[in-house]
Every structure is written in C-alpha cells, then in structure tokens.
C-alpha cells in the first residue's frame, strides 16, 4: 500500500474526528505503524488507513528501537525523568525505559528527538483520544502496513455452547453494522433489534497477547527440575530457578548415574535425564498468553527447521462475523536483528526474510502444537487479540505491568 507522506491539515483532522468514537466504543481495534525511514505515522483499522501524521523519531546516538509494543500508559501532561523534567503533552508510554509518544513543538519531519516519537500537537491531542492502554504501537525501520491473512494455524474463537440465540449476544464488525434495525433469530417469532442496542459478543472478555518464541534457559531449567521430581529427586517446586535444591539434585542424579556431579544444566546432562525419565527431548518453542499486562498461561511447542530464524512477525486479530463467530487476521512482518551470540546459542545459520513472498504465513508453518493447546487459546480469544511470533525471547522490556514486548532493533543511545 502505498501512503502520502503527508496530509493537509483540515483531511487530517477530519479523519480523526470520525474516527474517535470507533475507539472510544471498542468496537473496532485500532493499530499503530511508525515509519522511521518516512518518519510518519499511521493509524489502522485492519488494513484501512485512519489517519496519518509526520513524526520525529530519535536522533543519531538515541534511536528509536524498533519492534512490537503496547501503550502502557497515559498521562494528558507528563515531563521527562530523564532529561530535565522536559515536557511531554500527550504521553502515552511504551516502555518503561523511557520511550513514549508524544506531543511537541518540534516535529521536524527528521529524527530529532533523544528516543522517543514527536507529535504535533494537534495530532497527539487527537490521537490521544482514540487510544487506551494495550492499544499495538509497532515502530519500524523501514515503511509497512497491515496486510489481511489467512492460515490454517491462526486461531479463532472456539464454538460455544448450543443455546437459544434469544440468549446470545451479537458483536458484528464495524463494517457489517447497517443503518436502521437488525433482525435477530428468536425462539419465539423474529423480532427487531436497533442496532445501537447491539452488544459485543464473547461476553465481554479482554483480548490477549499471545506470543510464539524460542525457549531459553528458564524454560529449559523448568523442564529439568519437573523431570528430576519425576524420578524422586526433590528439584523443588519448578520455577526455572536453580537454586539449591535444583542442583543438589541435579547431583544426587549424576551420582547415581556414574557421572561427575557438576550439578549444572548441560546438553549431556539434560539427553541422559530425559532418557532415564523415558521423556521425549524438551521442546525448542513456547506459547505464552498474558492478558491485560498479567500472565495466563505457557505451554511448550515445537519450532521445525530451528537453523532457520523465525524472524518478527506480528498478527492482530478482528472483525468478527455475527453469523459465524469467525474473524479476520491482519499481519505485519518486521525487519530483525539477531545478536551473533543468540544466533549461536539457538543454532541459527539462516536469517529470516521479512521481504519474502509470503513471509508471515510460511513461518506458521513450521510451528506445531497439541490439540488441547490450540483449544486452550480458542477458549480465550477474544476480539482484539494479538499474535508474535520471533526468536527474541522474553526481552528486558517485557515484564511486569507489560504485554509482550519484541524489539527488533535496540537504540544504540
């Protein structure tokens, strides 16, 4: 899709005051793509531009990182805890390191800024009324935009339970709500319905993150200290944390199989432990699922081709059908740079390609799940939700009071 740089003012503003109540009411989420090559903005709903605007991302020696995030704050005044109590109208947080979007006097249409993404004023002001906490802010390097995808892996909500449709609640998309009455199918004769009194449907739940990665030590260690407990080795409750109950026993193993007892996680350590367990390898991938900034669940699954990077990819899902209780799944692939020792430590020799035809669906191939996994997600989707796919892991930024945090390209400042 190809996008102009700018807007006249008056188009601008008067995008965005239709569009405000489309936030405001919730029922249509929004996304925000920034530009750092155009040094631009845009707000999405699916793949329909909402509005644009110039922005000025950080300068030389305090870029902007790029990557996937959410806003975790708002403040209509804020000033800087960084440098000198600078003020920053408009404030909406993505990191709790210090980068955020906001208003300024100076947007100059090239990078200026020590981090963070200026604002006009008249548009941060706006902008700041069409958003809430959680809203997706993804920055990139280069100019992209959402694109609608289909593939057999993406989730959708799974069936509910028979009942009378009397009982049901209805949440058509903001394109399918018509002008006038809709008519709802009754167990007594049909009836109309107006359409202002039309309520969301999956009874109301919040969306959720969910975000596909590779595993690292901690979930590597969780496995472990589960298998030690298997075979009566008291590994304690497992957390991921070897303390030291985890390496007594992670000793008292590797003394009562003939081995040197170093008492650390080692590749030789976790084949002979798994064997003995009669446990199948540790899975290389993890599904996590955070919902309002909170944990929900994690569970194992398998990534084929590990040499090959997974690359960053970013899914939001939407627009759920009335009828089918199905919706749509709109994607963003980004640009990712991978520190040479993660390469090594994960044992990729094959970078991802975010230009590839068909990038963002290939990757979701080669990514397998239970069955009961895929249905514990169905039962908690909702409209909104968000999927991340990347090798990055549980990054510095993601933590408490966070989504999923993924960033592709740290600032260098």
């Known amino acids: 899709m190809v996008l102009r740089s700018t807007l006249g003012l008056g188009l601008l503003l008067l995008a965005l005051a239709?569009?405000?109540?489309?936030?405001?009411?919730?029922?249509?989420?929004?996304?925000?793509?920034?530009s750092k090559d155009k040094q631009s903005l845009v707000v999405y709903d699916g793949d329909t531009v909402v509005a644009t605007s110039k922005v000025s991302s950080g300068k030389r020696g305090h870029e902007t990182p790029t990557g996937i995030f959410s806003i975790l704050e708002k403040r209509r005044y804020h000033e800087s805890n960084i440098y000198s109590n600078a003020p920053m109208p408009f404030m909406q947080r993505l990191t709790w390191s210090g980068i955020a979007l906001h208003a300024s006097n100076s947007v100059p249409s090239y990078p200026a800024s020590h981090g963070c993404v200026r604002l006009p004023n008249a548009f941060a002001k706006s902008l700041y009324k069409m958003t809430e906490r959680g809203l997706h802010v993804v920055i990139s390097d280069r100019q992209i935009a959402p694109q609608p995808v289909s593939h057999s892996f993406l989730f959708q909500p799974s069936e509910p339970e028979p009942q009378l449709l009397s009982d049901a609640t209805l949440r058509p998309a903001m394109s399918q709500i018509p002008s006038g009455n809709v008519e709802v199918a009754m167990s007594e004769p049909a009836v109309t319905t107006p359409t202002a009194s039309v309520a969301r449907a999956e009874d109301d739940r919040e969306p959720i993150r969910i975000l596909i990665t590779r595993r690292g030590a901690r979930e590597l260690n969780l496995d472990?200290?589960?298998?030690?407990?298997?075979?009566?080795?008291?590994?304690?409750?497992?957390?991921?944390?070897?303390?030291?109950?985890?390496?007594?026993?992670?000793?008292?193993?590797?003394l009562a199989e003939g081995r040197e007892p170093k008492g650390r996680?080692?590749?030789?350590?976790?084949?002979?432990?798994?064997?003995?367990?009669?446990?199948?390898?540790?899975?290389?991938g993890q599904l996590l699922v955070r919902r309002e900034f909170t944990p929900l669940f994690e569970a194992p699954v398998t990534i084929t081709e590990p040499e090959i990077a997974l690359g960053a990819h970013f899914y939001q899902f939407q627009d759920v059908d009335a009828t089918t209780g199905k919706g749509n799944w709109f994607s963003l692939?980004?640009?990712?740079?991978?520190?040479?020792?993660?390469?090594?430590?994960l044992g990729i020799t094959l970078d991802d390609d975010a230009l590839a035809y068909n990038a963002a669906t290939r990757v979701l191939d080669r990514i397998q799940m239970t069955v009961e996994l895929r249905e514990q997600v169905e039962d908690v989707l909702a409209p909104g939700s968000s999927l991340t796919v990347s090798d990055m892991g549980l990054g510095p930024e993601t933590g408490r009071g966070t989504d999923f945090v993924t960033i592709t390209h740290p600032a260098k400042g």
Do not use: C, H
Request: glycine residues 8%; neutral net charge.
């Open 18 to 34: 239709s569009t405000t109540a489309v936030a405001a009411d919730g029922t249509s989420p929004l996304q925000i793509v920034v």
């Open 224 to 254: 472990v200290q589960a298998a030690l407990n298997g075979l009566g080795y008291d590994a304690g409750v497992p957390d991921g944390a070897l303390g030291s109950r985890s390496i007594a026993a992670i000793r008292a193993f590797e």
């Open 265 to 284: 996680v080692t590749p030789e350590l976790v084949d002979a432990l798994f064997k003995k367990a009669n446990l199948p390898p540790p899975a290389n």
């Open 333 to 345: 692939s980004l640009d990712n740079v991978i520190p040479k020792s993660m390469k090594t430590r």
